[in-house]
């Protein structure tokens, strides 16, 4: 498997897994019944887990993004050093991302998500 391929199922395992701790912390606050049931997400969580359903979602719009690049550059077979590293940098700028967002370090989740983006624009440079 190439590396850019690697890193991607691994990133969007990371983006799978992302919504398990939110959901057994609703069930240890406010109970199992409420938790599946179609009441509208209105009890106070703590900062952490709306921290990341942020996070969450946001991987969920990169990984499209990332995701799609990987599969374009694949099928041309346009991978790599450079892009094998790229998608490398790419999930662990998230992982760095997803912790620091998870407990509130500002400007730690902020670098690593440009890092991570700046990796992303190093593969789609490399298609053009």
């Given at each position: 498997?190439?590396?850019?391929?690697?890193?991607?199922?691994?990133?969007?395992g990371l983006c799978g897994i992302l919504w398990v701790p939110t959901v057994i912390e609703r069930v240890i606050r406010i109970g199992l019944t409420e938790t599946v049931g179609?009441?509208?997400?209105?009890?106070?969580?703590?900062?952490?887990?709306?921290?990341?359903?942020?996070?969450?979602?946001?991987?969920?719009?990169?990984?499209?993004?990332?995701?799609?690049?990987?599969?374009?550059?694949?099928?041309?077979?346009?991978?790599?050093?450079?892009?094998?590293?790229?998608?490398?940098?790419?999930?662990?700028?998230?992982?760095?991302?997803?912790?620091?967002?998870?407990?509130?370090?500002?400007?730690?989740?902020?670098?690593?998500?440009?890092?991570?983006?700046?990796?992303?624009?190093?593969?789609?440079?490399?298609?053009?």
């Amino acid at each position: 498997m190439e590396p850019e391929l690697f890193y991607l199922v691994l990133s969007v395992g990371l983006c799978g897994i992302l919504w398990v701790p939110t959901v057994i912390e609703r069930v240890i606050r406010i109970g199992l019944t409420e938790t599946v049931g179609n009441n509208p997400d209105t009890k106070d969580l703590p900062g952490w887990v709306e921290r990341l359903k942020r996070t969450h979602r946001n991987l969920v719009d990169n990984i499209v993004i990332f995701g799609t690049l990987v599969l374009i550059l694949q099928s041309v077979e346009k991978s790599n050093d450079t892009t094998g590293l790229a998608a490398l940098i790419f999930f662990y700028a998230r992982l760095i991302q997803t912790i620091s967002h998870i407990f509130g370090i500002v400007w730690v989740r902020t670098v690593s998500f440009v890092i991570g983006w700046l990796a992303t624009a190093v593969i789609f440079l490399v298609l053009i």
